[in-house]
């Protein structure tokens, strides 16, 4: 294939022996190299990654993903880096890189979309974000931030990033990791320390917010749920979280009112609607109630658990019959 780049693949380990076969399995076809950073491993993680075929160098961990991040770019040597971690697996080929963008000078990344599976036992239920995980090997792009580690303004302080279709699915959210969530709450809480800012608290919020501390995520959600400091979706994220909190302790008028918006991302506006749908059902708007659960968008929506909705939706045919049956 003419004007292929050479990529390096960059993975950041600790005791993933169950899981990294097929993260590098998924990749393996792009790389010209596989540089995998072990931090700490007690389990095959290393001796896995060593048979496939990977350059295994070993760093303590410190606390900072930034600095693990860097220190794998120090040992890449090819024209292009892949970032991916050991629990998400690349479904592209070297067929569908944008090679005509990777061989433009003034593309320095490339946007994936990045799709969560956030359920264990329905692998529908997905979120998804983009981010930076294709980027130009070059000394002056280095990742930034303790945890929740960015690259796109290393690469826009002289380049541009392109917008791709490539995807990674991402399963690390599945099942709660108690040990993880510990940490990365602890992570969050030494940047906003160090570097106090309302993307920091967003983070720091929903990681709360799935290790179920509620009281503190709903406060800090508060906080910055009219934060200029975050995109138009985050904003919407934290209306509908505070939405749910609301709803979780019966506060069904400051649910309904901080969920009247309307969100231009399909999956959150179902969301949105789902949880109104509770709000609705709860003071005793049925039909209301139903249209919502019956919408277009709820149905759509991949953050929405289906199994949940047929069982909300047949809960308020059953309550609509019971109130028309008195």
């Known amino acids: 294939m003419e004007n292929l780049p050479n990529i390096s693949i960059n993975l950041i380990v600790k005791n993933e022996e169950t899981r990294i076969a097929d993260a590098i399995n998924s990749i393996k076809p792009l790389a010209s190299e596989i540089i995998v950073l072990d ?14 075929g990977c350059e295994v160098y070993y760093q303590s961990w410190n606390d900072n993903f930034s ?29 569908d890189l944008p090679l005509e963008q990777m061989n ?18 329905d692998d529908t239920i997905i979120s998804k974000h983009r981010y930076t995980r294709l980027f130009r090997n070059d000394k002056s792009i280095r990742f930034t931030g303790r945890i929740h580690e960015q690259i796109r303004e290393s690469i826009e302080q002289k380049s541009n990033i392109y917008e791709s279709d490539l995807i990674i699915e991402h399963f690390g959210y ?55 400091e975050l995109t138009d979706l985050q904003r919407d994220r934290v209306k509908t979280r505070l939405g749910q909190l609301y709803l979780g302790s019966d506060r069904y008028d400051e649910s309904e009112s901080v969920l ?16 109104l749908a509770a709000v609705k059902l709860s003071t005793g708007f049925v039909e209301d109630a139903l249209n919502l659960y019956q919408s277009d968008e709820v149905e759509l929506s991949d953050l929405v658990d289906k199994n949940q909705l047929k069982v909300a939706l047949k809960g308020a045919k059953q309550y609509k019959s019971l109130i028309e049956n008195q």
């Open 39 to 52: 931090t700490g491993s007690t389990d095959s993680t290393p001796n896995i990654c060593t048979r496939l």
């Open 67 to 95: 600095e693990m991040r860097n220190k794998a770019l120090d040992y890449s040597v090819s024209d292009w880096i892949l970032v991916i971690d050991a629990d998400e697996i690349a479904k592209f080929s070297l067929l």
């Open 104 to 121: 433009d000078p003034s593309i320095g990344g490339i946007n994936l979309q990045i799709i969560n599976h956030i359920d264990e036992n």
């Open 174 to 228: 599945r099942k709660i990791d108690k040990e993880k969530l510990e940490r990365n709450t602890r992570l969050l809480e030494q940047d906003i320390k160090s570097d106090e800012d309302d993307w920091k608290y967003y983070h720091l919020a929903e990681t709360l917010f799935s290790g179920g501390d509620k009281e503190k995520a709903q406060g800090i959600f508060e906080k910055i749920v009219e934060s200029p």
């Open 260 to 275: 009247s918006f309307t969100s231009q991302d399909k999956d959150t506006e179902g969301l949105r609607k789902y949880v």
